[in-house]
Every structure is written in C-alpha cells, then in structure tokens.
C-alpha cells in the first residue's frame, strides 16, 4: 500500500509561539510523522458484508474511554474499520478529502496499534500525539442561539414609544414631544420617529419633525444587517460618520452581543497523560478542569481584566508544567476569522431634528469599509470613499498585538477631490508599562488638501447655505483638525484607587487648542468614594477649571453627593441626595439639590421624583434660581398592539417577550427579578430584554386560585434585534372535587388502594374514610379502583355544579 505524508500540526499562529513554552517532561519521544490513507487504502462500500462482524464497541483512546458506544467492523483477518465520522469523534486526523461514512482501516495507520478486549466489548488505541487533533476548550461557552431563536415564535407588533414634556417657566408654559413609531414582523422592521418642538423663539425649525424613517432587517444566521432609508454611515477607523438617506449593508455584530468579536488569549500544548488545567489571571483562579492527553487548545477566555495569566498543568502522576503569558485586552484587535464590514450609498442629510427632509439631493455619496482578524494578534483594515461630485478616498490600516503587552495601530489613506489631494496618516499605540501602569497615545496628520465625506458634507453645506466662511477657519470639529494628538497614562495605586493624566492637541489653520486634564478616583471603603479632576487650556487661560466631589453611598438605592468645582474662577458648592427608583413597577425614585455660587452670591436649588408606572415613567421637578422659576413634567411610555389586544408600558427596549396562559395574579420573574403580576386573562408584556440572549422566564403560581393549573412554571425565551417572542404556560382553569367511596357494603373503602381515573387521564389512592381527591373534575367520570385480590370495582358519576373551586362530591358506591 501507498501511503501520503501529509499529517502536519495545524494550529494558529499562537499555537506556534505558545505551544512550544508549555512543555511537559513526562511527554515521550514524539513519533514519526504517520501516514494517512490514500484512496486505494479505503474499504470499498461494496466490500462482501460476510467478510466482517458487526461490533458496537467502547473505545479508549491513551485510557480516556468514550462515552457512548462506537460501530466496528472487524474482519476476519482481524482487521478493524472505522467510519471516518466516527474517528473525527475520536480526534484521530484523517484527509479532509474523505466521505464522512468511508470506513477505514485502522492497520493503515501505522502508529495505531488496536487490542480488543472481547469479554469487556472494549477497544483499546494508543494513538500519538502527532495524529490527534486538539481538544477544543471554549471557556466563554457561546451558545446556539439561532437555533433556539429559531423555535420560539416570534410576534408581528406596532409599537408607539412616546415622550411627553411640558415645563412651565417663568409663567411660560411650552410642550414637547417625541414618538417613534415601530412595526416589526418576519421581514424586518419598518420604524419612523416624529419630534414635536413648541419652543417659541428666534431658532428656525419645524414644529413638527420628522425624525429618522427606515426598514431594517437583520439576518441572524449570517450576522447581517440591511438598512434601507435614513441612517448613520459607518467609517473606517481614520474617517467620519455622515448622516444619510439611502441603503446600507453590513455586519451586525453591534447588535449580536452574544457574538465576541474581540481576540481573547488562547493557550495550546499538549499532555501525555490525562491531567486538569488551571487557568489563574493575577494569581486569582477562574477555570479549572480536565483534558484528556494529546493536545488541547484553550480557547475563548472570558473578559477578565488583568496583565498575565498562568496556566498550570497537572497530569495524572501529579507532575505540574506551569505556563505564563502576557496578556492585555484591546477591542480594536478582532477573533481570527471575523469580519466587520459597512457598504454604505446614499443622499447627505442636515439639519437633523430641526427639518424633515432636508437632503442633499445633488450628490450621492458611497463608502465601503471593513475590518477582518487576520489572526488572534493581526487585524487589518481597508476602506473606499466616493461622491458623485468628485471624490475618491482610498485607505488601509492595521493593529497588531505586541507580545501580549499593547497595541499598534496605523492607518493611512489618500484623497482627491475637485483637483485637490491630499493624504491622512495615524499612528497609535497602547499598552501597559508596568502592573499598574498603563497608557495610550495616537498621532494624527492631515498633509496638503485631504478630502473625506465628512469634509465634503460639511463643505457643501455652507456652499447650500450661502456660508461665506472657510472650512478650516471657522469649524473646530476634531474630525476636521489638520493635527492632533492625544497622550494619557494611567496609574492604580491599589484596588480602587486610580489616577489618569492626558494630553490633547489640536491644530487647525487659524486656531490650535493643548488641554491637559488629570483625574483622580478612590473608593475609600464600600460606602464613600473621592473623585476630583482638574484641567488647564494653554492656548486660552481662561479656560480651567477644577471639580472635586465626594460621595456617600449607603445603599444601591441611596446616595449623597457633596462637590466643589471652579470653572474659570467661577466657584460654587453643591450638595444633592438621590433615591433611585429601580425597575419594578411601582418603584418611586426622588432627589434634590441645592447650590450655591461663591462669585454671584447667587443660590439655587431643585427637587425632583420620579414613578415607574405600567403605563409610563412619570417625572415631576421643580427647579428655582436667582430670576427662573421653573416647573417641568413628563412622562415616557410605550403603546403595543400585537395579536388583538393592547398593552401598555412604561419602555420597549431592544427586546420584549409577551408572557401568555400564565393564570390570574401569577407573578413572572426574569432570572430571580420580580418583574410584575399577569392581568385577569394571565398576560405579561417584558419589556426589556436583551436580544439574542437565553432568557430563563419562571412563573410562581403561588396567587393562582386553587382551581388553576401550570403546564410548566419555567421556560426559555430568545428574541431577536428590536423583536418580540411569545412564552406560552399553558396554564388552564380545572375543577377539582373530593369523592366519597363506598363498598358494596355501603361501608367506607379502605385507604390505599390504587384509582384510575378517567382511563388513564390521572391516577391516584384512597384515602381515609373513603374520600378521593380529583384534580380535573369533567362532565363524565369514570373510577376504576383496583382491590388487589378482591378484583375491581367501577364508579361512574356525572359533575355539573362549577360554583365552587373545590366539591364535595358522593358517597358513590363502587360496584
């Protein structure tokens, strides 16, 4: 037979540099490279089946045994095959060219020596590591939830989200208000969101506003998200975000947040005995478990906050290989394989919130972007922006890992438009020095006449707005600075106790601005906290200011607050206390504050409470300084229609869940939140619940009447992005009854003799003096009493009279 060397370690580029620190003495002489089957060493699926026997066999690979049984054929030459399937279970390699249902033979093999154990049904295989895939540990343990979306059912709604304001100034009386207006089913959600302005004053604006206006739909399985009509552009890493109106295309990671985007440390090694793994981040444990021997891969550790993490390996003979590595977490470096992507077409808008349709429609503008995780240390980025009016923006970045210690990142990009060019470079790094000290910095330079569509928006609104001025004279937008830099470090004394200085520069044209802040935090104990911060402005000095605050905190409902704070040598004083409400119904929150102003010799002050009602979240507040009275309310809730009825509440967030066939006065709990009590038809409307997430909704029947009953008092919920599901309890009203029993004798039966009731519906036993308790009383009823040797007597009864939850009911005498 021919053999093919091609059974190699494929690993990722960390397996390579860490596989080799986690070395492990008691591995033996790693063998030769086996060979892997060529086509000519396959069983021919038309092999005569009188050749062989069929075995269902335990397999033990290096002592660890399987856990469920394993189809064998042995033949007669002694030979034994194995489907490829079933060997992938193993962790034996195989080519990749291979049906999942070839058998093959495990003599071809040459390092796998098979020994059957006929009276234990066992086959035992010593395979070397070198043909073992690794066994794959997923510490962050990411569930399917598609597939669990998949079998909810999922609600067609129209929801009204409002917000209603009225404040009364000065004998001034004004109203606002915002709606947004949202209809979701299985094609996506169309949404459109109105503002109500009744200011009356010298800023032009429209009363009434239409806000944004789009449909979305966002696809689960290949984590996508199509938007079309009013939208926030997504750039690359060295450009803006410009509003449009129009179609965009993208990934939706930002709305799967159970979907780790980020690179996470990752350990690869291998044991030659079964051993257990402890994974310490700071000398503090936060995973423990075992592997089997040949190589694993520890993947996926969850977001943990720290600068080296220890993996100590103990075998089964007690011999301990201890592993460090540095370790430091930045979200600009993406898991190896996943992609971030935006396309993005569409007309400029301006003048957002303060008219309805005012869109560029002279110009398209295009952007395209996307950031993909070349591996766990390398991401690279590219992106291509365009405009009908002649602009073309190319650009291409990187951030690299350094050695588990910070992050590099750069960025480049080119730019013409209207015979204008121009070229935006970046270069960043963070990272950390020491234990406690950490820091980050980046540097930003616009050469000669550099274009992005942020740019040429803006530009082309002043020329739409007869705007005499120049774009880099008059706006100071950062986005739009020719240079800046930015330098912060980072220090914690100890556990809670932090300091941060930074540095920022911007250079425009005709102004620049250098601001050098510093702030300071300490949690001196579990009840008060210090924080103060402090900045200075070189290039204006009249711009600085200090603010120091100290804070009481005696429950997480309860605060005080004591401050003082110079702004450009305007001083004040403020002392305010603070009853947050929480997020049950009928939650009441309050505070208040007052303050008063060292230069003016001015005071004021405010009160404030809030309710968090079913139908809104009412606030009421009366604020008083020197020459302004003022009184303001407000209340925000939402209307849903779904499945014929309305319900009210006092938010809708990404998520919501409507809770059915739960009973009268059930009480529903998310994770152990009490979240309210169901109506008299047994519905709930959640409000609030975290899309693409497992939620564990319970119900406690402890308020049910006693003639209610629960199909279950526990069930999963999944919704999707801004979509709703329906928990279903199946809870039924029944009529329960006591049944009186008699012998033949007319005496009362003999407890505990076995009752059939309604054959087979329930089952149940005599009790004392004769009585039967039957929980779902119906129209008919049959008894059927087994009296063991004395054989069995039959009851029959028919029940009418639903007056009281429970009847007393007979004697019926059992014949």
């Not at 409000?687 to 009953?709: A, F, K, M």
Request: proline share 3%.
């Amino acid at each position: 037979m021919r053999y093919i060397l091609n059974v190699l370690c494929v690993t990722s580029f960390s397996c390579h540099v860490y596989a080799a620190t986690l070395h492990d003495d008691t591995n033996p002489v790693t063998p030769e490279i086996p060979e892997i089957l060529t086509k000519s060493n396959r069983l021919n699926s038309t092999f005569d089946t009188d050749q062989y026997v069929q075995l269902f066999l335990n397999i033990s690979i290096n002592t660890n045994k399987t856990s469920d049984l394993i189809a064998v054929r042995q033949y007669k030459n002694g030979d034994f095959y194995i489907r490829k399937k079933d060997l992938t279970i193993l962790r034996i390699k195989t080519n990749d060219d291979i049906s999942p249902t070839q058998w093959l033979n495990l003599k071809d093999f040459a390092t796998i020596k098979p020994i059957y154990i006929e009276k234990d049904q066992a086959l035992v295989l010593n395979v070397p590591s070198a043909i073992l895939n690794p066994l794959i540990i997923d510490l962050y343990g990411q569930k399917n939830i598609v597939e669990n979306l998949k079998k909810l059912p999922q609600l067609n709604a129209l929801i009204l989200n409002y917000s209603l304001y009225n404040t009364l100034t000065n004998r001034k009386n004004t109203f606002s208000g915002a709606l947004d207006a949202l209809y979701n089913s299985h094609f996506g959600n169309f949404s459109s969101g109105f503002l109500y302005n009744g200011t009356d004053n010298n800023i032009n604006h429209e009363k009434w506003v239409r806000l944004e206006t789009k449909w979305q739909y966002v696809g689960a399985d290949k984590i996508r998200i199509y938007t079309l009509g009013d939208f926030i552009s997504n750039s690359s890493d060295w450009g803006s975000s410009v509003r449009l109106g129009g179609l965009q295309w993208s990934s939706a990671y930002t709305q799967r947040t159970d979907i780790v985007t980020s690179a996470l440390p990752q350990f690869s090694g291998s044991a030659a005995l079964p051993s257990t793994l402890d994974l310490y981040v700071n000398q503090q444990k936060i995973y423990s478990g075992l592997v089997s021997s040949g190589p694993f891969d520890l993947k996926q550790l969850p977001f943990i906050s720290g600068n080296e993490v220890t993996l100590v390996t103990t075998d089964a003979t007690g011999k301990q290989t201890i592993t460090k590595k540095p370790y430091y977490f930045s979200s600009q470096i993406l898991n190896k394989g996943i992609n971030e992507f935006s396309i993005d077409l569409g007309a400029p808008r301006y003048n957002y919130g303060l008219y309805s349709n005012d869109y560029d429609n002279d110009v398209i503008f295009g952007s395209g972007s996307i950031r993909y995780g070349y591996t766990n240390t390398l991401t690279l980025s590219s992106g291509i922006e365009s405009s009908t009016d002649g602009l073309v923006n190319l650009g291409a970045g990187l951030s690299k890992n350094l050695f588990g210690l910070g992050v590099l990142q750069l960025n480049f990009a080119a730019s013409d438009y209207k015979n204008e060019s121009g070229y935006s470079t970046l270069l960043g790094l963070e990272g950390r020095i020491t234990k406690n000290l950490s820091f980050n910095t980046s540097y930003k330079k616009i050469f000669n006449d550099y274009n992005d569509l942020a740019r040429v928006s803006e530009l082309r609104y002043q020329t739409k707005y007869n705007r005499n001025t120049q774009l880099t004279e008059d706006l100071t937008y950062s986005s739009l600075a020719s240079e800046s830099l930015r330098l912060g470090l980072n220090y914690n004394f100890a556990s809670g106790y932090s300091a941060y200085v930074g540095y920022n520069q911007l250079k425009y044209t005709q102004s620049a601005y250098r601001l050098l802040s510093l702030n300071l935090n300490a949690n001196i104990n579990k009840n008060w906290s210090v924080f103060a911060t402090t900045y200075k402005d070189f290039d204006n000095h009249q711009n600085y200011g200090a603010y120091v605050a100290l804070r009481y905190t005696p429950s997480t409902r309860l605060n005080a607050i004591t401050s003082f704070s110079n702004d450009a040598g305007n001083i004040s004083y403020r002392q305010e206390i603070n009853g947050l409400s929480g997020p049950r119904i009928g939650d009441l929150g309050w505070g208040a504050y007052v303050e008063h102003n060292e230069t003016s010799q001015n005071n004021n002050g405010s009160i404030y409470a809030n309710y968090r009602s079913r139908p809104a979240y009412l606030t009421a507040s009366y604020t008083e300084s020197e020459n302004t009275h003022q009184l303001a309310l407000s209340a925000t809730g939402a209307l849903i229609v779904t499945q014929g009825n309305i319900f009210t509440a006092n938010e809708i967030g990404d998520g919501y869940a409507l809770v059915k066939n739960a009973g009268p006065n059930s009480q529903v709990l998310n994770g152990g939140v009490n979240l309210g009590t169901t109506d008299r038809k047994g519905q709930f409307l959640i409000t609030n619940l975290s899309p693409y997430q497992v939620h564990e909704i319970y119900l406690d029947p402890s308020y049910l009447p006693l003639n209610w009953s629960l199909n279950a008092t526990k069930q999963n919920a999944v919704v999707g992005y801004k979509q709703g599901t329906e928990i279903d309890f199946g809870a039924h009203k029944v009529q329960s009854g006591i049944v009186k029993i008699l012998d033949k004798d007319k005496k009362s039966l003999s407890p505990g003799y076995e009752v059939r009731i309604n054959q087979g519906q329930q089952s149940t036993i005599v009790g004392y003096d004769g009585d039967i308790f039957i929980n779902n009383l119906q129209m008919n009823n049959l008894l059927e009493i087994d009296l063991l040797d004395k054989g069995t007597c039959k009851v029959n009864f028919t029940y009418h009279d639903e007056k009281q939850p429970i009847q007393k009911l007979g004697p019926y005498i059992c014949q």
